[in-house]
Nanobody, 117 residues
Framework: QVQLVESGGGLVQAGGSLRLSCAASGSVFSINLMGWYRQAPGKQRESVATISRGSSTDYVDSVKGRFTVSRDNAKNTVYLQMDSLKPEDTGVYYC???????????WGKGTLVTVSS
């Protein structure tokens, strides 16, 4: 089992920045891919960014150039640096980790990000 705990959410004005963190514990040796998802009010959860153990990254088009995902394997932590935030970035941000076996994944409980206009 893997436990994920997010932190760093909050209220920020448009154009501002936030840095989210996700700390993994438990069977962390089994983790390969990690990522961030978000769910805006009334919308489906969407993938925002992913990062492999080797630090290959992928982003949804709407955040490219504004968000940066990174990870510290020694600390079992993944980060999401969010710059130039927009009101449409508002939502609950969830951390997700994929295990080494197909179909195995883990979710954090989420952290709320609110961007005011």
């Amino acid at each position: 089992q893997v436990q994920l705990v997010e932190s760093g959410g909050g209220l920020v004005q448009a154009g501002g920045s936030l840095r989210l963190s996700c700390a993994a514990s438990g069977s962390v040796f089994s983790i390969n891919l990690m990522g961030w998802y978000r769910q805006a009010p009334g919308k489906q959860r969407e993938s925002v960014a992913t990062i492999s153990r080797g630090s290959s990254t992928d982003y949804v088009d709407s955040v490219k150039g504004r968000f940066t995902v990174s990870r510290d394997n020694a600390k079992n932590t993944v980060y999401l640096q969010m710059d130039s935030l927009k009101p449409e970035d508002t939502g609950v941000y969830y951390c997700k980790a994929w295990g080494s076996r197909p179909g195995i994944s883990y979710w954090g409980k989420g952290t709320l990000v609110t961007v005011s206009s």
